[in-house]
């Protein structure tokens, strides 16, 4: 599967803005979500994985997708600043439109996080979520005869039951 270019996301601004290796991730990225929904882009400390992961946003909200983008909240402010209306944006042009919560927010039921009332989210209307620093989402499968406490839903278990199985279909 090769991405659709009519979308226009080669026109776009975090588009010229990446490496040739970045573009390659991006196109890859794509081509692993629409045939497996789902894709781990695994680089190097300092190789931009942020910024490939924005050229992956930036082609789902060219269809008019809706995208979350899941992080610790040490690193929200990166993420919140891409989608920024503000001056100092080097986005600004994209116009990103993607909401950002934090990890810990899918084990909450009320409040708000990043301005968003978690009451009334509607957490399986996302078409792609993307996770920053995946790892803390690790281990979540239980294996036969393990002593991991059954009733105790982790990271992982919340983000397949919240997010991945319910609603529309999601790519992660």
């Not at 919560?101 to 996080?113: K, P, V």
Request: hydrophobic share 35%; glycine share 8%.
């Amino acid at each position: 599967f090769l991405p659709n270019e009519a979308t226009g996301y080669k026109k776009s601004k975090i588009w010229n803005m990446l490496y040739s290796f970045q573009k390659d991730a991006v196109i890859g990225c794509i081509s692993k979500l629409e045939k497996h929904n789902g894709c781990i882009l695994a680089d190097s400390v300092g190789l931009g994985k942020t910024f490939s992961a924005l050229g992956v946003i930036k082609y789902y909200e060219s269809r008019n997708k809706n995208v979350l983008v899941l992080c610790p909240k040490r690193l929200s402010e990166n993420w919140n600043a891409y989608k920024g209306n503000y001056k100092n944006n080097p986005l600004l042009e994209d116009r990103l439109r993607y909401e950002v919560l934090f990890h810990t927010d899918l084990g909450r039921e009320r409040g708000f996080s990043n301005g968003i009332d978690l009451s009334l989210l509607n957490w399986g209307n996302y078409d792609l979520v993307v996770i920053d620093e995946s790892h803390n989402f690790r281990n979540g499968a239980r294996t036969p005869g393990s002593r991991a406490d059954e009733s105790r839903e982790n990271r992982y278990v919340k983000l397949m039951n919240k997010v991945i199985k319910s609603g529309v279909k999601t790519k992660v």
